[in-house]
Structures are given as C-alpha cells and as structure tokens.
C-alpha cells in the first residue's frame, strides 16, 4: 500500500504546448497544464461540462519525450504525484502552487472519425 500514499492518475487533453528547459547539469525539465472534464446534468437535466486545469512537471527522459511527441490538444494518460509548493513574491505575498510530477506518460491516439 506504500506506493497508494502519494498517487494521482489522470487522463484529459493538453492546454498548450509543453514547454521546455535544459539545465546547464544536462538536466531537463517540461511544463504543461492539462484539462480534464466531467459532464453531468443539474437539477434541472442541463448537461454541465466541469473543466479542471492541472499544472504537469515532467523531469529527465519524460521531460524529453514530452517535448518531442506532446502538442497543445494531445490526450495523455499520466500517473504521478502532488507536489505542493510556494514562494513569495515580489511584493511579499506568498503564492501556492501545486503541480503533478508525472512519473508515466502515455499519449492515447486520436478518435477516428467515423
């Protein structure tokens, strides 16, 4: 049960595309945010679609792999962890941040149109 602790596994579209960085160790870091949705009906039957953004952090060959076959309206499959972090800013206030350092990722084929 140890590796249920820290889990989050998700499946939605890219927001934009990934962006990426290299470090001057070699190391390499992709950013992305990802949409996923659920549709439901209200009170009154309307369909009402939910949209959550999550902040995706990808290290090291997945950050390569990312960069290379990721786009803005890829849809993925991914499995990692929350990360919670802040700062301050500036001006002095703080600002949280959460993320998912993704551990796995799979990019799912497009639905053929019929």
Request: hydrophobic share 30%; glycine share 8%; charged share 30%.
């Amino acid at each position: 049960m140890n590796n249920l602790r820290n889990k989050v596994q998700l499946i939605g579209r890219l927001g934009k595309d990934v962006e990426m960085k290299n470090f001057d160790n070699g190391k390499k870091l992709a950013k992305v945010s990802l949409a996923t949705s659920e549709i439901y009906k209200d009170t009154d039957g309307k369909k009402v679609e939910n949209t959550q953004w999550h902040n995706l952090t990808f290290w090291g060959k997945n950050a390569e792999n990312a960069g290379n076959i990721l786009q803005k309206g890829s849809e993925i499959a991914v499995d990692g962890r929350l990360n919670y972090s802040n700062y301050e800013d500036k001006d002095g206030n703080m600002k949280y941040f959460t993320e998912i350092i993704v551990n796995e990722f799979i990019k799912l084929n497009p639905k053929k149109k019929q």
